[in-house]
């Protein structure tokens, strides 16, 4: 059956199939209808603003492109440059030299557990490098470019028939390389090499991606996640942008049908995603943000209450960027990208606001001091320019409260902290929650502080991804070295739904944040204990206030953590103050503890920003055998360089815990 089916030509419709193929040729030359993204048109003038607004960028693509052609060289993800290889071997993990057996795509065993890693192999056959080509070449002209793109695109072909291997065990992957190569296709569609004999390969090989989507749905009767989401995404896509080809017309109604329902699925009612996971909300949020451009520009109308949700996830995007632009990684992230018109790190989601801020004519998404996007200007064009210029910038974001996502963050100016309150995602199902609950980010003066570690890699080291995701690694309280939600390394795709997190109170004003909130995640220890952590911001003394009540029965081991951000200087000040120093900017973020009768111990730790990458961190733990109730309390200061250190900490004072230590 595989062989019949790569054998076959594209399926067009009756119209498409009498013409003769320099016909055709012409026919998707010279079309109007339907309309790609505004940027993509081949106009002198994009070029020319692409140079203005973007120099060193435009530089940096052209170079790129030439590393592409001359040396098959260009980002993976989080691993930085990487060479592929000449001739491309399409099946091979470029880090860990494993290959992949082009055997039947469902019986494609996806993870060894010997350092390989599946989600390399994919992010290499998304073939996103190919719009980096494509967009040089749209600059250049130069048919080196086009003459590289149409190789590769043919080695792949040849290695990769429908239905076997790896690159086609997944659904949604093939969904992603389809969109990217239908991007490629408009860049290249007036290039020299686009012949009859391309043109009819490339239709094929579109017409085989959308009939393996419609029969390999990632769906689910109990849950479905970013794989559904982008399976019908794929679909929406090739039915739009190929009305030639036989089943267009069922993939666009479909994939519609479906990308709208599934944003009533797996979107919360604050404008967050349902997975527990900051990194899988930009990949959901790109998915439908560019679906719904896409549909506007060719005319197809969307109810007004979606595109108030696509406003609300902008909104949440806006809300948990830190004062430097970047985005806490709660939960897994993989650095996913939907359409890469520019390679950007996992916590990387501030170029969103630019499109959002367009698209709503929303001046509350439009940061001060900060230009448009690339991206801005390849999807909504000279126009969508036009719109961003014209807006004036937003009011600073203020105090904001997420209460179905389980976020909260306390800001004040150059104050940040984000509180996590959040569950294990997807209904209690989880699959990319952390055991994170009650945990804290804090930025102040410019500097990340306290962070989330990130997720690094997934299956490549199951030992690196259990310990990420662990209790241990977040700022957060530990109770006897158990877990909040139950895991299991080697299912790395399960969490438990124990912690079940909850918010008592949330309150704010001009003159303080104040958030409770506990979790039952120790409820299943053989003496039951409940967490439960107040975090208080002083917006006129600036400064915030943690404290943590463990109550229940009997002793327990109690460890008292904060993460901290990679390249910070960390050190323990003779009275048990911890010093955290920005040697960059010289900002400084003291914590003083009250309760913990032992000495803080500075751990080793890593962090990740980036699917792949990890940096050496630093997290300071106090460690307590205590009689519960125990309660503990932590008073954090941000001081800025040019502030007198002893006068800011006496402002911070401890206040008197009571009776509610009774240290064993």
């Given at each position: 059956m595989l062989d019949e089916l790569a054998s076959q030509t594209a399926r067009l419709r009756s119209e498409f199939l009498s013409m003769s193929s320099s016909d055709l040729l012409k026919h998707f030359r010279e079309r109007e209808t339907p309309a790609f993204f505004l940027g993509f048109e081949a106009s002198d003038?994009?070029?020319s603003r692409q140079r203005d607004l973007f120099p060193e960028e435009t530089e940096r693509l052209i170079e790129s492109a030439w590393l592409i052609t001359n040396k098959h060289r260009w980002p993976l993800l989080g691993f930085g440059e990487k060479e592929f290889g000449n001739p491309l071997n399409w099946h091979r993990d470029?880090?860990?030299?494993?290959?992949?057996?082009?055997?039947?795509?469902?019986?494609?065993?996806?993870?060894?557990?010997?350092?390989?890693?599946?989600?390399?192999?994919?992010?290499?056959?998304?073939?996103?490098?190919?719009?980096?080509?494509?967009?040089?070449?749209?600059?250049?002209?130069?048919?080196?470019?086009?003459?590289e793109f149409f190789a590769q695109l043919e080695s792949w072909r040849e290695q990769n028939p429908v239905g076997r291997g790896a690159n086609w065990s997944c659904a949604m992957e093939v969904a992603l390389r389809a969109m990217n190569l239908l991007g490629a296709f408009e860049l290249f569609l007036r290039a020299p090499q686009m012949n009859e004999v391309e043109l009819a390969d490339l239709l094929r090989m579109f017409d085989q991606h959308g009939a393996h989507i419609r029969r390999n749905l990632e769906y689910s009767h109990i849950a479905t996640s970013n794989h559904y989401l982008a399976d019908v995404t794929g679909l929406l896509w090739l039915g739009i942008l190929l009305p030639e080809l036989a089943a267009a017309r069922e993939w666009r109604e479909f994939g519609l049908q479906q990308l709208l329902a599934e944003m009533d699925k797996q979107l919360?009612?604050?404008?967050?995603?349902y997975e527990a996971s900051t990194g899988y909300h930009r990949l959901k949020l790109e998915l439908w943000l560019y679906s719904f451009v896409l549909c506007h520009i060719n005319a197809i109308d969307i109810e007004q209450r979606y595109w108030d949700k696509l406003h609300g996830m902008i909104e949440y995007v806006r809300a948990y960027l830190r004062p430097d632009g970047r985005a806490p990684l709660l939960g897994d992230s993989d650095s996913g990208q939907v359409f890469p018109l520019v390679h950007r790190a996992g916590d990387d989601h501030e170029y969103v606001l630019a499109l959002g801020a367009t698209i709503f004519h929303e001046p509350h998404f439009k940061i001060e001091d900060a230009g448009p996007s690339e991206e801005l200007l390849w999807t909504l064009g000279a126009q969508g320019l036009t719109d961003y210029e014209a807006l004036p910038a937003g009011e600073p974001v203020s105090s904001q409260a997420f209460p179905d996502a389980g976020t909260y963050i306390l800001?004040?100016?150059d104050l940040y902290l984000l509180f996590n309150a959040s569950g294990s995602g997807v209904?209690?199902?989880?699959?990319?929650?952390?055991?994170?609950?009650?945990?804290?980010?804090?930025s102040a003066c410019g500097s990340a502080f306290v962070v989330d570690p990130g997720a690094y890699v997934y299956t490549a080291d199951l030992r690196e991804r259990q310990r990420f995701r662990s209790t241990a690694y977040h700022s957060t309280v530990e109770v006897d070295e158990v877990e909040q939600n139950t895991t299991d390394e080697r299912a790395p795709f399960v969490i438990g739904d124990e912690a079940h997190p909850q918010v008592i109170s949330w309150q704010s004003d001009s003159e303080a944040d104040v958030v409770i909130a506990e979790h039952a995640g120790y409820q299943r220890l053989p003496q039951p204990v409940t967490h439960r952590r107040t975090v208080q911001l002083d917006k006129q003394k600036r400064f915030w206030r943690v404290e943590d009540t463990l109550s229940g029965e009997g002793t327990h081991d109690?460890?008292?953590?904060?993460?901290?951000?990679?390249?910070?200087?960390?050190?323990?000040?003779?009275?048990?103050?911890?010093?955290?120093?920005?040697?960059?900017?010289?900002?400084?973020?003291?914590?003083?503890?009250?309760?913990?009768?032992?000495?803080?111990?500075?751990?080793?730790?890593?962090s990740s920003r980036d699917y792949g990458a990890k940096e050496q961190s630093v997290s300071v733990c106090w460690t307590i055998n205590a009689a519960l109730p125990f309660a503990a309390q932590f008073v954090l200061i941000p001081i800025r360089a040019d502030e007198d250190g002893s006068a800011r900490l006496r402002l911070g004072r401890l206040t008197d815990l009571g009776n509610a230590n009774h240290v064993g």
């Open positions: 003038f994009h070029a470029p880090l860990s030299g494993r290959t992949w057996p082009l055997d039947y795509h469902a019986d494609v065993p996806l993870w060894h557990n010997d350092g390989s890693d599946i989600r390399v192999l994919w992010e290499l056959n998304r073939l996103g490098h190919l719009i980096t080509l494509g967009r040089a070449y749209a600059l250049t002209k130069n048919e080196e470019f086009s003459e919360l009612a604050d404008g967050a995603d800001r004040q100016d209904n209690g199902r989880g699959s990319h929650g952390h055991n994170d609950a009650l945990s804290i980010e804090v109690l460890a008292f953590r904060f993460h901290f951000g990679p390249g910070l200087e960390i050190s323990v000040r003779p009275d048990g103050t911890i010093d955290v120093c920005d040697k960059m900017t010289f900002a400084r973020l003291l914590i003083k503890a009250n309760g913990p009768s032992a000495e803080p111990v500075l751990e080793s730790r890593f």
